[in-house]
């Protein structure tokens, strides 16, 4: 009996199980990593001098916000807080004038013309870590905010012997409504797979609402030297090229989190998706096989279910899905708990089935050229 001559139900069930399979693979090898990670205990404490760069660009507003937060970090050692004003046209100058008069920590660099043929923020964020004084540098956004004091010490604690990449969670506040839940998840989504990554030797990307690397990574390296033509990449493809599977790190505890304000319309939160979505075309192949895998095997789930029930045999279908949910809400209940993104759980079938629609949605970013603007 040849392939085409076997029953359509039979070989859409075997698509389908095949489908689990590799689902199964990566949450019972990759993302488990996450969901039962434990910090190794400390066996001393070090505090390293350290840079916080933050851009910005007309972001008088949320620095006035959100700025103090990080200004007022309880760190007794030795750190500097860099804004670049980049090119504002706002209040920011005269903001950040007067925060200098009551924390002397804050350095300011102001920019007054644009990089020609470096789109993005890779420009300004180049010059905050050039003018720092530190080797450990720390980045975040103008719209983010640390969780805790104690964010800045316990991003630096990750730099044991051999690391030069520190990984943590950029999370977004919590707030009513359907669109707020989605943005969450899809922030926890992310998350789960590039921090289990990291934690399985494949460290791929970073977000730099919450990120640190060595300043000696930063020049070694010439910067953002090789996409510097690419609006966004600053904290995928650069990590994507300096870290390794032996010099990155991760931090998940809450008081590590920074927290950012989520898009209050569809139609922003669609284009901010699609803006980093353009990147991941230049990714290594390895990275685009792995990660496209999980995306193409996620988008057959529910279409293969679906058809497998129709044309073969609905309880032996709804049993090999049930194996891939239950170890689904294992991994995902465990993780949320990591990330204090637990209150999501309740909706994790929900949140499953949006995953293909979401698919779907973003499909297209993949293949439209990058946006030329920050």
Known sequence: MTFTSL????????????????QLGYYLIVFRKLAFYQPKPKTNSQEYPVSIIVCGKNEAENFSI???AILLQDYATTHEVIVVNDNSTDETKYLLEGLYKRFKGLKILTLTQDALGIPGKKFPLSMGIKSSKHEVILLTDADCFPASEHWIKM???AYTEGIDVVLGYGAYAKKRGVLNKLIRFETFHAALQYLSFALAKMPYMG????????????IKNKGFASINH??????DLFILKIATKKNTAIVIEQQAHTISDPK???????RQKRRHYTTSKYYKPKFKLLLGLYAFSNFLVYPLLILSVIYFNWWMALSVYAVRLITLAIIWKKAMRKLNEEDLWSQFLLFDIWMFL??????PALLRKPEKKW
């Open 358 to 363: 979401y698919y779907f949605i973003m499909l």
């Open 66 to 68: 959100h700025l103090p």
């Open 207 to 218: 977000v730099g609402r919450n990120l640190s690397y060595k300043r000696e990574m930063f």
């Open 155 to 157: 991003m630096q604690e």
């Open 264 to 270: 209050t319309t569809w139609s922003e939160w669609m």
């Open 7 to 22: 029953p359509l139900g039979l070989i859409l069930f075997s698509a389908f199980c095949l489908i689990i399979v590799i």
């Open 230 to 235: 690419i609006p966004g990449g600053d904290d």
